[in-house]
């Protein structure tokens, strides 16, 4: 089974209500984005030296270039956010495009299109209360749709298990280190941590394992925002320490922030973390073909595992829930999967091991899922 075809969409749709505000760029950049301030010393990034008393924060800027009148149309407009992070994802898309097909690679061959989602708009409510991560992907969506983009580059665990109608996604991007940092000016590591300190996160995922582990701690859930914003928070002591994927940190060559790195087993990382999604229209067979050409099949199998176990669980907005599958020394599939009360009081856990193939990896996925919604009980996803 060819990239494409197992990506079909499950003809979900997701209906256009409303139209998006839209910017374009021609090529532009992502300025380097970084905090200055040295860091605790960790094996992961022994070139920091010891942490001073304060981060500082350099504002995250965009070097956006306006669209300038052109004879030439773009062969490709890639939808994106807005935010730092999701630029770097676009601009990673679009370079990898680049050297990929010469003919992309012509000035103006290529344009970037910002589209805000509600998601961006609505930062005063935690994310489960307004709808869940669709949010953020439900505009970029409308537009691929309507004709507006070509190609939609999202982060892959913002995207639901159902794509909308009319839309496939042939293509993951080679995944990033999937696992969570933890960032602190007083603390090298969570359990050090004294009782009774807050720590920020709009994941419930995060907050339910590190609940179960350190009930002791408080945690500031509606802690949202980019990266840039949440450090600024933490210098400003809003809360002791926040928990941030590694993924985006090292995509925004921010790592010299990182105090230290959660094992998987400290902290099982949420479904598809660290991984790009780029999809296009089910019709439109060149961007079809010129984005499954960047696709790293070990990623896109081991997200295939992991959301066909989220789309079994079929979760609630308010169930945090995790799943990673990796490739063995052996070659073959681990996957290990875990849900949990918000509160942190229950988790259940389980985990899988099989050939690392499509069939299989899905299989696993599903039966995992099935397992833990046995074992949940009655009511235990539910708002």
Do not use: W
């Not at 010393?41 to 030296?49: H, I």
């Amino acid at each position: 089974m060819d990239a494409i075809s197992s990506y079909l969409c499950m003809n979900q749709a997701l209906t256009p209500r409303h139209s998006c505000p839209i910017k374009c760029c021609s090529g532009g950049s992502v300025s380097r984005v970084g905090f200055s301030s040295p860091c605790l010393s960790t094996p992961a990034f022994p070139r920091n030296c010891a942490r001073k008393h304060s981060v500082r924060v350099i504002r995250a800027s965009v070097a956006v270039e306006q669209q300038t009148q052109k004879t030439k149309v773009a062969l490709i407009r890639i939808g994106t956010r807005g935010s730092p992070l999701a630029l770097a994802q676009a601009y990673e898309t679009r370079d990898k495009l680049m050297a990929t097909h010469s003919e992309l690679a012509e000035e103006g061959a290529i344009q970037i299109v910002i589209i805000k989602t509600t998601g961006d708009k609505i930062l005063s409510q935690p994310l489960a209360d307004i709808g869940g991560k669709g949010l953020f992907t439900k505009e970029i969506d409308e537009a691929l749709i309507n004709g507006e983009i070509d190609i939609a580059v999202h982060s892959m665990k913002d995207v639901p298990t159902y794509l909308p109608e009319k839309t496939i996604l042939p293509c993951n991007l080679q995944r990033e280190d999937v696992r969570d940092a933890f960032i602190s000016l007083s603390a090298a590591s969570v359990a050090e941590l004294p009782a009774g300190s807050t720590v920020g996160t709009a994941s419930l995922r995060r907050k339910s394992q590190l609940l179960h582990k350190y009930p002791s701690l408080n945690v500031l859930e509606n802690f949202r925002g980019n990266v840039q914003t949440r450090l600024r928070k933490l210098n400003e002591g809003v809360v002791q320490a926040t928990l941030l994927a590694l993924a985006g940190l090292k995509r925004l060559d921010m790592t010299e922030n990182v105090t230290s790195i959660l094992s998987i087993d400290e902290m099982l990382p949420a479904v598809a973390q660290g991984a790009i999604g780029i999809a296009c229209r089910s019709d439109d067979n060149k961007m079809a073909n010129f984005i499954a050409s960047l696709n790293h099949e070990e990623t896109r199998l081991a997200v295939a595992c992991e959301r066909a176990f989220l789309e079994t669980l079929d979760g609630s907005c308010r169930t945090p829930i995790a799943g990673y599958a990796s490739k063995d020394e052996d070659g073959n599939c681990i996957f290990k999967g875990l849900v949990a009360s918000p509160d942190g009081t229950r988790v259940l856990e389980t985990s899988r091991k099989g050939l690392y193939a499509f069939e299989d990896m899905v299989l696993m996925g599903k039966d995992a899922g099935k397992e833990l919604l046995s074992r949940a009980g009655p009511g235990f996803f539910d708002c």
